[in-house]
């Protein structure tokens, strides 16, 4: 058996999220059927991250097995591309070791979330969450720093999560300011269900004020969802790279 790694890169404004749904088109849908038209059987893959309704990707990794090699790994995406919608695409197609895991073998994950920060929106900056109230970036670009390093993150994990371990590494958080775009990146070794979305809401809330920079600390602290911010909408976010 041929383990296969895709890097897949996609909008996901249409999207019910990363993962096959019963109702709703979903990203691994999408790939799931192009690669059944190619190899004419049906070939179920693995996702390394599960995104949710309306998060991009320009470098979300999936797996699938192969009996055979019937199409050079080169040439893969081109195929799949062909029956791909406009708003996903294959970029890379690569052999990887027997015991490899799309998911559970990532040493670490980087995302991206993006803010614009005007009174009017902007139209083009449909990725980016419309934030009218100006910020204060230096606020926010503080507040960040606090959160690097080893914590229990269970203060920025959404309700309704199965997960009993709330221990996360962030190894970066950087801010890139050009105009009124305000992105930040986030490199860690996982993340909780929600918690780059969750951490972008009280980046925010800081800018504005709203939450004091140094207050931070208490806040990891708390291990109280209500100390933070809002979960910011979906759209700004986009995963960026799954690296092993």
């Not at 920060?117 to 100006?134: E, F, M, S, T």
């Not at 929600?194 to 004020?209: E, Q, S």
């Amino acid at each position: 058996m041929y383990n296969i790694l895709l890097t897949i890169a996609y909008d996901g404004t249409r999207y019910s999220g990363w993962q096959r749904q019963l109702n709703g088109a979903s990203v691994q849908g999408e790939i799931e059927a192009s690669l059944e038209k190619l190899f004419k059987k049906p070939i179920k893959i693995t996702g390394a991250s599960r995104t949710d309704a309306g998060v991009h990707a320009a470098g979300q990794r999936a797996g699938f097995f192969l009996d055979n090699i019937t199409v050079p790994l080169e040439k893969l995406p081109y195929a799949l591309n062909a029956s791909l919608p406009a708003d996903i695409a294959v970029t890379k197609a690569e052999p990887a070791p027997a015991g490899l895991h799309p998911r559970f073998s990532a040493k670490r994950k980087i995302y991206a979330y993006a803010v614009y920060n005007n009174r009017i929106r902007n139209p083009l900056n449909n990725r980016a969450w419309h934030v009218r109230p100006a910020l204060d970036a230096a606020r926010m670009a503080k507040a960040s720093q606090y959160l690097i390093g080893t914590h229990d993150f269970k203060t920025f994990c959404a309700s309704g999560t199965e997960t009993v371990n709330f221990i996360r590494t962030v190894n970066a958080l950087t801010f890139d300011i050009n105009g009124p775009l305000i992105t930040f990146c986030i490199d860690g070794d996982a993340f909780l269900y929600n918690m780059v979305r969750i951490i972008a809401g009280t980046l925010v809330y800081a800018g504005l004020g709203k939450i004091n920079p140094d207050d931070m600390p208490a806040i990891i602290a708390s291990k109280n969802r209500g100390a933070a911010g809002m979960t910011a909408p979906p759209h700004g976010l986009t995963l960026l790279e799954i690296i092993y």
